[in-house]
């Protein structure tokens, strides 16, 4: 039996400069680290049973799969705000494109070995990142957040150097797809508009249906405004589910929105809005409130390298779009998370005081809105009174939210259900992975594969793995996440 699915291989049709065909080298003797199997399923192919051996093989860096084609896809970016004028996959290959009833998916090996693009590094990803990669996009994804997947780890007798030896590992991320705003830059600088054009052309007919009623000109603004839209979707949801990705350079924004490149990331535990997840960002560029900023800074770059396709009006009235956008979403998911049916003029300023009170008094940001949503209106007081330093300004808040609640049609009862399914019980917290990480080290995957299912269901009770909905520990606050990986 032949366990591939059929291939439909579109970005290995462009023109060869957006690429380079490079096979994928072994990581020596091979075995599973983790396996998917829902997205197995969703995207047909049997990695669980005996017939998973080829499947072993190729995502180990050994015999392809038939019909992938392995290529390292060329990009730039402006990293930490300098342009750098070629990335590319330095350690990852578009394996292959995917066809499926919920649309087409990439299949992308991250850790493949040496690319004409990897500069100074080894091609290589690291055990411990694998797994931070590997368990958040499945998190993101349940949490309704538009995301790369995971479909399966493996790791083999390779190590690699980082800041002590580790062992080395592979990645299958599945996304709907690799092409990054760094993506535009690199043609958009080296001089090639046709190949801006290409690229465009490519997403707009695989992804833009709305543009791809239009020609000319229109094409790329729909294009382009669509982008500005789908981003500022993907930052209200960070915003909202205290997600901060760490390096929001433009080769790690997708053009669809959809969050990516996962590396020095984190969830808030204590509320802070200034957190810099990524301990190599010493100036604090990418800290969790600066994300919609950059996001911003990020589409002008963007639109910067679109600038051969759309006037720079058009690009502008684009670009305005965005903040609106934001502010829009960011509203509405915030009202989903108080519990509000509707909105009214003051309920920013109630956020934005609960937040405050949240910082002043470093509440856990993800169980204090769970908490929320036990909220009654008769209550006098509530517990969560207790997790703030002024108890009394917390209840003074608290009436101020009740007396706002009563505006709803809903009773406690339908509220609370409505704000457990918004507000998640269970994210990823740095040290939940870190604990996941050191049983990994040592061969043991329980923990990993325990951890990934809590997080598929981030809004149910799982009453028996409640201690996964624990703020950290002393230790767990001090993990240090940085680039290396
Ligand atoms: P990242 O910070 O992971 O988004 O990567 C930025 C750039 O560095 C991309 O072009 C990566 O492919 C490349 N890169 C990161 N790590 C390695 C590595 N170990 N070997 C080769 N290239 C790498
Ligand atoms: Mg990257």
Request: proline share 4%; with cysteine.
């Amino acid at each position: 039996m032949n366990p591939a699915p059929q291939f439909n291989n579109r970005f290995a049709r462009l023109d060869s400069r957006f690429y380079t065909a490079t096979a994928a080298s072994p990581i020596g003797k091979s075995h599973w680290v983790i396996r998917n199997q829902a997205l197995a399923n969703d995207l047909g192919m049997d990695l669980m049973s005996n017939h998973g051996e080829p499947f072993l093989s190729a995502f180990s860096g050994g015999t392809p799969l038939p019909n992938s084609e392995p290529l390292a896809m060329v990009y730039a970016g402006h990293q930490f705000g300098h342009y750098v004028n070629q990335l590319g996959d330095g350690r990852g290959l578009l394996l292959a494109e995917l066809d499926t009833a919920q649309g087409k998916f990439d299949l992308h090996l991250k850790g493949a070995g040496p690319t004409p693009y990897s500069r100074m590094g080894d091609g290589r990803a690291v055990l411990r990142s694998s797994i931070r990669e590997y368990l958040c996009g499945e998190a993101m994804t349940a949490l309704g957040i538009a995301s790369s997947r995971s479909l399966c780890i493996t790791t083999g007798e390779q190590t690699v150097w980082r800041e002590k030896e580790e062992s080395a590992a592979m990645l299958v991320r599945v996304a709907q797809s690799h092409v990054r705003f760094g993506s535009f830059e690199y043609f958009h600088y080296t001089e090639q508009p046709e190949l801006v054009k290409q690229l465009a052309d490519y997403c707009i007919d695989l992804h833009f249906p709305d543009a791809a009623e239009y020609s000319g000109s229109q094409r790329y603004v729909v294009f382009f405004s669509q982008v500005v839209e789908k981003t500022a979707l993907m930052i209200a949801q960070w915003q909202c589910v205290g997600f901060a990705h760490g390096v929001m350079n433009t080769d790690n924004m997708s053009i669809l929105g959809e969050t990516f490149d996962y590396g020095p990331f984190g969830f808030l535990d204590d509320y802070n809005e200034g957190f810099v997840c990524n301990h190599s960002d010493h100036s604090g560029r990418y800290a969790f409130n600066a994300q919609p900023g950059v996001a911003l800074w990020n589409l002008n770059a963007l639109a910067q390298a679109l600038s051969s396709l759309i006037d720079e009006t058009q690009i502008k009235a684009a670009l305005e779009g965005y903040r609106s956008s934001l502010v829009g979403h960011y509203a509405r998911l915030m009202r989903n998370k108080l519990g509000l049916q509707t909105s009214h003029e003051n309920d920013q300023q109630l956020v934005a005081e609960l937040l405050q009170l949240m910082q002043s008094s470093s509440a856990d940001f993800t169980n204090t809105f769970r908490q929320l949503g036990t909220v009654s209106l008769k209550d006098n007081q509530h517990s969560l009174r207790d997790n703030f330093v002024n108890r009394e300004d917390f209840d003074s808040w608290l009436n101020k939210y009740q007396q706002r609640l009563k505006e709803n049609t809903w009773v406690d009862d339908e509220r609370q259900q409505a704000m457990a399914a918004t507000n998640p019980k269970f994210v990823l917290r740095n040290y939940l992975a870190q604990q996941a990480i050191e049983k990994a080290d040592v061969g043991d995957y329980k923990e990993l594969e325990q951890l990934a299912k809590v997080l598929t269901q981030p809004f149910d009770e799982q009453l028996a793995l409640e201690d996964y909905a624990k703020p950290p520990p002393d230790w767990g606050k001090r993990i240090s996440v940085s680039c290396s990986s």
